[in-house]
């Protein structure tokens, strides 16, 4: 048996001053951040940069985990200190100094020094500890969000930061492709010096905008026993005792796992099926595009089809994506249709990331009781912060298997989260229901 949920009220954007504003600077946040995803794209930006640098299939597989991973992994670290606050924001404006000054090597060394080590421990320590500081900060993110976002209005709200910030992340992918060019007068390293510092400007932005939130004070729930042993108590219980929230955590892990391989995509397609590298900045854009629609559309399928039903729509996809990737090396060699296979494929995983990221992050929010919320979402966080390291294990996969192996397994997950997803509801849905029947 799941404890209750206390809700928040549903009021509208037009009733409540406070939550207009809330809700508008909480989605030019997001806009921001959007941009920054797509400055430092770890699937392709990052990895192209490294692929300048080396072919080791290990370290071009990292860049995804690392990024997604190093935010999730340390927020079960921070929960017991998230839940005896009564404000979060202040956590989160504490941990901003630092994120801040951690991109000033990403930008320096490139303009610095052409030296290959140098460039690739600058990178890889750069999506390996920024992460991680960004991560300390993310459960009060999150913490915040639920506060000033009532739960119907959430999947909307992700979706909103997420569609404008498409809009602006076009301009983004704009100025990649001018700066990457081969008549771009800037040469590599120092066109990526380029796109790095315009990310930590953006970045800047971001952070200033969360800080303008008007946060609630509210009641701390405190854990009644303090330590490590008392949290792993919590933990097995979460995990044993509220079905609900363990088979959304298991569902989200299968499809983490799956969505991990994305890194390599780029690099299957120049390996096995000559695609020029040059044309990283036209998946680029088929991303942005495509997913700027998929969230746009996202956040009004939340609202009449419900969370589920999108997470579901996210995982059915990633079937067809890892499908196509799995008898690609069936289809396609002698062929000439390498580019466009490969473009329906990125557009296929925008819809799927697009559609699974609104799904899976309203449900985070929405499956905890509120006050073991901090607790359920830095469990939760972590955990798929551990699965995503995991798949730093694609690269061994691939030297081992080979790339038919590594999607055939992506394939496989996809399918179990697939499965596991159809058992998910939304419990701020169903409470909706009931009180629409009473009313």
């Known amino acids: 048996m799941r404890p209750a949920v206390t809700n928040l009220s549903d009021n509208s954007l037009s009733e409540d001053k406070d939550l207009r504003w809330n ?4 989605v030019v946040n997001g806009v921001a951040f959007r941009v920054v995803d797509t400055l430092v ?5 990052m990895v192209v940069f490294l692929s300048h640098l080396t072919d080791n299939p290990i370290l071009l597989g990292m860049p995804m985990a690392l990024w997604s991973g190093g935010f999730m992994i ?4 921070t929960t017991n200190y998230v839940r005896g606050l009564t404000r979060a924001l202040p956590m989160y404006k504490a941990v901003s100094i630092f994120r801040a000054v951690m991109w000033l090597p990403l930008v320096a060394v490139p303009v610095l020094t052409d030296d290959p080590a140098a460039l690739i421990v600058t990178a890889v320590l750069f999506l390996v500890l920024y992460p991680i500081v960004w991560g300390v900060s993310g459960l009060a993110f999150y913490e915040v969000v639920s506060k000033v976002i009532p739960p119907r209005l959430r999947a909307p709200f992700f979706s909103w930061r997420m569609a404008l910030g498409g809009l602006f992340a076009l301009g983004a992918s704009a100025f990649i492709e001018r700066v990457l060019a081969p008549e771009s007068p800037l040469g590599f390293p120092r066109n990526y010096a380029l796109i790095f510092a315009a990310a930590a400007i953006v970045t800047l932005l971001g952070l200033q905008t969360f800080h303008m939130l008007r946060e609630p004070e509210s009641e701390a729930h405190p854990p009644e026993r303090h330590g490590l042993r008392a949290s792993l108590a919590e933990v097995r219980a979460a995990l044993r005792e509220d079905r609900l929230f363990a088979r959304f955590v298991w569902a989200r892990v299968a499809l983490l796992l799956a969505a991990g391989t994305a890194p390599l995509i780029i690099v299957y397609g120049q390996s096995s099926f000559g695609l020029p590298l040059n044309t990283a900045p036209l998946f680029l854009m088929a991303d942005t595009l495509v997913g700027l629609v998929t969230v746009a559309a996202s956040g009004w399928l939340s609202l009449r ?4 039903w999108l997470a579901l729509i996210s995982a ?3 079937l067809a994506v890892f499908g196509l990737l799995a008898a690609a090396g069936t289809i396609l060699p002698g062929s000439t249709l390498a580019l466009p296979y490969f473009l329906v494929i990125f ?3 925008a819809v799927m990331n697009g559609t699974g990221n609104i799904s899976f992050s309203a449900l985070n929010l929405n499956i905890p009781p509120v006050e073991q919320r901090p607790l359920y979402v830095g469990l939760s966080n972590t955990i798929f912060g551990m699965a995503s390291y995991l798949s730093l294990v694609q690269g061994v996969i691939v030297a081992l298997a080979g790339y038919g192996a590594l999607f055939g397994l992506a394939a496989l997950l996809t399918g179990v989260g697939l499965w596991l997803t159809f058992g998910l509801y939304d419990p701020t849905e169903r409470r909706e229901a009931r009180r629409g029947r009473a009313g």
Not at 23 to 26: D, E, K, N, Q, V
Not at 41 to 45: C, F, I
């Open 23 to 26: 809700y508008r600077i909480g």
């Open 41 to 45: 794209n770890p699937s392709l930006v």
């Open 74 to 77: 340390a927020q079960l670290a």
């Open 305 to 308: 089809l419900g969370n589920r």
């Open 316 to 318: 059915g996809l990633g």
């Open 347 to 349: 557009i296929l995983l």
